[in-house]
């Protein structure tokens, strides 16, 4: 059993005052990622090693969204 706890989208985090959102950080992974590939889309795309979350990812946008609303 893995010691990740699954998100639902990207994990995001504050770094130097600004939300970002990776794909693995800590103890939290997203659920969208199988090893180094992403399946939030159609078909599967190579994540980067740094496990930033790309542009491309469909969730990224609304994730950040959300919470830069929590901090409110």
């Known amino acids: 059993m893995s010691d990740y706890q699954k998100t639902f989208g990207p994990v ?3 770094r130097d005052g600004e ?3 990776k794909c693995q950080s800590g103890r ?6 199988l090893g180094n590939s992403c399946l939030w889309n159609s078909g599967t795309l190579r ?3 740094d496990m930033w979350t790309p542009d491309w ?3 990224k946008l609304s994730a950040l ?3 830069e609303e929590m901090k409110k």
């Open 12 to 14: 995001v985090i504050e």
């Open 19 to 21: 939300m970002v959102a």
């Open 28 to 33: 939290f992974d997203c659920a969208g990622r």
């Open 47 to 49: 994540l980067p090693a």
């Open 57 to 59: 990812c469909q969730y």
């Open 65 to 67: 969204r959300d919470a």
